[in-house]
């Protein structure tokens, strides 16, 4: 396991369905992200928090409504999706740090959860 | 000029053989590379990474070359082996990409014939 969590691995659901994904990692890192991840398109970075504030919102469709509570939990919560939208969601997370005045580039490893593969009918 | 193009698709090699996936980026202002290996069911997982400063490094049977000039940077697997068949991602960051946000290849399908 790589301290990364996610649940539910997989989940089914309808257009007019409200679901949610959960991620936790037991790290002790700083910043979680929510990727996308569908078949020969590279990996689609959608949210950043990092000390729990939301950094990036990659233009995401307001159909996906990220949360995180505290630095160890990070949820991704769904409403009204499309058929397009079905794919693996994952979970990374990535200790960021910080330098006086600004943050290391470059510098985090991102440490990836299993995923969530998601089908909208 | 935030993409980075990876190549081929997918490769078959023999077992012992040399694996050679390919990547390029146009934004010069990226000052990291990593390469990710996914296996079926499993999220990506940092196989080796490579800085700018310098032109190759070298990890077990695992070596990445980064030619600056041309702006690309290759994955070598030696001896490679039917473990290491998985998807491997190239990624970029740094720059004003944004200090944590890393740019995607679209993958390469590694299969390994025993």
């Known amino acids: 396991e790589t301290g990364v969590t996610q649940t539910p691995r997989h989940l089914v659901m309808g257009m007019t369905n409200k679901k949610s994904l959960k991620c936790e990692q037991h790290?002790?890192?700083?910043?979680m992200y929510w990727y996308k991840q569908s078949a020969k398109k590279p990996l689609e970075l959608m949210f950043v928090?990092?000390?729990?504030?939301?950094?990036e919102n990659n233009s995401v469709p307001s159909r996906f409504s990220p949360e995180c509570p505290n630095s160890s939990h990070l949820f991704l919560h769904l409403h009204t999706l499309q058929p397009e939208d079905s794919a693996l969601y994952l979970c990374?997370?990535?200790?960021?740090?910080?330098?006086?005045?600004?943050?290391?580039?470059?510098?985090?490893?991102?440490?990836f959860g299993a995923g969530s593969r998601l089908t909208v009918l | 000029q935030q993409q980075v193009k990876q190549s081929p698709q997918s490769l078959i090699v023999q077992k012992g053989g040399i694996s050679i996936i390919n990547c390029a980026y146009e934004n010069t202002a990226f000052d990291y590379f990593p390469w990710y290996q996914q296996f079926p069911g499993k999220g990506p997982a940092l196989l080796i990474a490579?800085?700018?400063?310098?032109s190759e490094k070298k990890e077990g049977r695992f070596t990445i070359s980064f030619n600056k000039s041309a702006k690309q940077f290759s994955l070598h697997i030696m001896d490679s082996q039917p473990g290491d068949s998985a998807t491997y991602f190239c990624?970029?960051?740094?720059?004003?990409?944004?200090?944590?946000?890393?740019?995607f290849g679209t993958g390469t399908r590694l299969k390994v014939l025993a």
């Open positions: 990374a997370s990535s200790q960021e740090r910080g330098l006086a005045g600004g943050i290391q580039r470059g510098a985090n490893v991102l440490t």
């Open positions: 790290l002790g890192h700083n910043a």
């Open positions: 490579i800085r700018p400063d310098v």
């Open positions: 990624a970029a960051s740094g720059g004003t990409s944004g200090t944590y946000k890393y740019i």
């Open positions: 928090y990092n000390f729990k504030e939301q950094t």
